[in-house]
């Protein structure tokens, strides 16, 4: 099998896409072109879905400005994602970028997959522009006949998603949901995120369905070249010749990996944005990024005791009690215990060494 020539790791916060991003030490790949923040490009994009309670709030209350903002976006986010893929391009480079998959997923249909659109007709009047309004047009160079298949559900046409071999990096829901509700607490009090919008953030985060439907969509396309990749995040931590395996199929030079590191060193190729741009600074913002990436940048190496081998929910939720309360507990279990199916058969079709 070929190497891709581009790659998208497809991940949910908390599923230690950023310590793969650091064994994988991207910015030594001398083959592969990413970009300083991580791999992502599709932030501000999830940054305007999220704020002013967009995500909970019916299409048809959206304001003009609303839906200007986040179509702005989307285009902002894909601009940014078409420079880096002509320029790896230009340098015959692989070009690797990563993306949480909810953020890659149009809004609407976003909202309609968290049962969050109910009795509502987005607004449209049967068009399909004004049924999928977020839907990005993209150069003709990829199709000029652009379509979108049953299982598309992103902003992205099927033409143009079939560019990327994708990645999926997916961790025990038990283990992801309760450290991302922790992350987003300890942002509250920063003024990053707001109560407003706190609820949607965890609704549309705090769930692998959206990797699994993009997963799914994957295999549709019935392209031995371009089979989707599951790497679990204990694999990643407790299986190195896992990461060493992947490296081999996605071109990636498997020397180059790192599993251990100077913790007081830069945060080069950790997704902390060592360079931001001005614009950006509101988004990218530091005490966010120090927040998300605490136990790595506060690491030496590869910390085994956050992913363990065996998790019990129920005793999980007891710990949780004891941190969040109740009822914040309550949420976090009914999450987890939703998110399982999705979890179960996306971890039985990893990559095993």
């Not at 369905?209 to 997963?215: G, P, V």
Request: hydrophobic share 35%; aromatic share 12%; net charge negative.
């Amino acid at each position: 099998m070929a190497p891709p020539r581009r790659i998208l790791l497809v991940s949910s916060p908390r599923t230690a896409s950023n310590l793969l991003l650091k064994i994988l030490d991207l910015p030594d790949q001398p083959n592969v072109l990413s970009n300083d923040q991580g791999g992502y490009y599709f932030f501000p994009s999830f940054v305007a879905t999220s704020s002013n309670n967009r995500i909970c709030r019916p299409f048809d209350q959206w304001t003009e400005q609303d839906r200007a903002d986040v179509q702005a976006a989307f285009q902002q986010s894909f601009d940014q994602l078409e420079e880096f893929t002509t320029r790896a391009s230009q340098e015959s480079k692989i070009f690797f970028a990563k993306e949480h998959s909810p953020w890659l997923f149009d809004p609407l249909a976003l909202k309609d997959i968290l049962s969050l659109n109910e009795n509502d007709n987005h607004g449209g009047n049967g068009d399909v522009d004004d049924a999928f309004p977020f839907r990005l047009q993209i150069p003709s160079t990829y199709t000029t006949s652009p379509t979108f298949s049953a299982r598309n559900y992103t902003i992205f046409p099927d033409e143009y998603l079939r560019t990327f071999r994708m990645t999926f990096i997916i961790r025990h829901p038990a283990l992801m949901f309760p450290s991302f509700h922790r992350a987003m607490s300890k942002m509250l009090p920063l003024g990053i995120i707001t109560e407003q919008n706190f609820e949607g953030i965890a609704i549309s985060n705090m769930t692998l369905r959206f990797s699994r439907m993009l997963y799914d969509w994957c295999l549709e396309q019935n392209d031995p070249e371009a089979r989707p990749v599951i790497l679990d995040a204990y694999d990643v931590i407790h299986h190195p010749e896992v990461v060493a395996q992947y490296c081999d199929q996605a071109g990636l030079d498997s020397s180059k990996l790192k599993f251990e590191w100077d913790h007081t060193s830069s945060n080069k190729g950790t997704g902390a944005y060592a360079r931001q741009r001005t614009e950006q600074r509101g988004l990218f913002n530091p005490e966010a990024t120090k927040i998300m990436v605490s136990t790595l940048t506060g690491s030496s190496g590869l910390v085994k005791s956050k992913t363990p081998e065996k998790v019990d929910i129920g005793l999980e939720v007891a710990k949780w009690k004891d941190e969040f309360g109740e009822e914040i507990a309550k949420k976090i279990e009914q999450r987890v215990r939703e998110a399982m199916p999705d979890y179960e058969y996306l971890n039985a079709r990893r990559l095993v060494a």
